[in-house]
């Protein structure tokens, strides 16, 4: 076979064709990430100290990282009709910091209109004794583990299917529901996770091509609210450097959730969430669905 210019054209196997499509390329990814998220967990309950201790901590979380990260790297970056390496590492550096100082800024803008109205007050003074645990917990692993699969797997390859508008609907609905188990969880607080995290790193990852600014908005995020502000990260009760109470009606509170499932985070996060979403757009990052790049191609 010859294409326009004359040139031969290697006819690719029908198995590698099936395998590059968008949703089977998912399938692949998500199975090969949660083989190693599996495979971590059982490495640290039979071969590593139990993590209530700093090595075990340390341990069991660089083997995770690792063996997420490296599957990664390795096979998922490469799978699909054009393969894409979201963790590389231009513009790492600068995208991560970004979303760290943007994660922090942002909580501290939610705590301080909580404290503006009465909703968040300080009772007494914690410590810093939970500061590995928390860092490594709630802001470092959730963070890496998170952003791989909802947004280096599932938003990337949605995307490339059904387009980065069915893309983000659907990873902000799925990010919402895996919330619902947490404690303290109601409906109206995943919609708000969904709302807030869907649109915010949705937006980011959609903005800059990349995981590493999704990575530090949410790694920001969960470490300030849970160790500086003392306030639940989704539900999961922390000891922060200060003792904190949220008291006032649910919806600006958030009751046992915490924050994350008041209106005034909604409203917060999901506003910058819009401006990285409106950013990508103007400057053309919005992907068409399969069927309309196949039909133009055509």
Known sequence: MADQSGAEVVERPTWLRVADFPLVALLIAATLFIAAFAASILIGKYLLP???????????????????????????????????????????????????????ALFCLVVGTAAALDVYNIVGTGGTGQLLRLLIVAGIAPAVFEEIFFRGILFRWIE?????????IVTSALFGLAHIVNPGATWFSSFAVAMEAGLLLGGAYMLTRSLWMPIGLHAAWNFT?????????????QQGLVQAKLSGPELLSGGAFGLEASVIAVVIA?????????????????????????????
Do not use: M
């Open 50 to 104: 139990p993590p209530d201790t700093t090595a075990g901590l340390l341990a069991n979380a660089a083997v995770g990282l690792i063996l997420v990260a490296g599957i990664y790297k390795l096979a998922i970056a490469r799978l699909g009709e054009h393969p894409r390496d979201d963790l590389r590492k231009d513009r790492a550096s600068r995208d991560l910091a970004l979303g760290l100082l943007a994660g922090f």
């Open 225 to 237: 609210q849970g160790f500086i502000f003392d306030v639940p990260v989704s539900g999961i009760d």
């Open 160 to 168: 490339d299917f059904g387009g980065s508008w069915a893309a983000l």
């Open 270 to 298: 999901s506003a910058a969430g819009l401006l990285l979403v409106h950013r990508a757009a103007r400057i053309g990052r919005v992907e068409q669905p399969w069927w309309v790049r196949r039909r133009r191609l055509g």
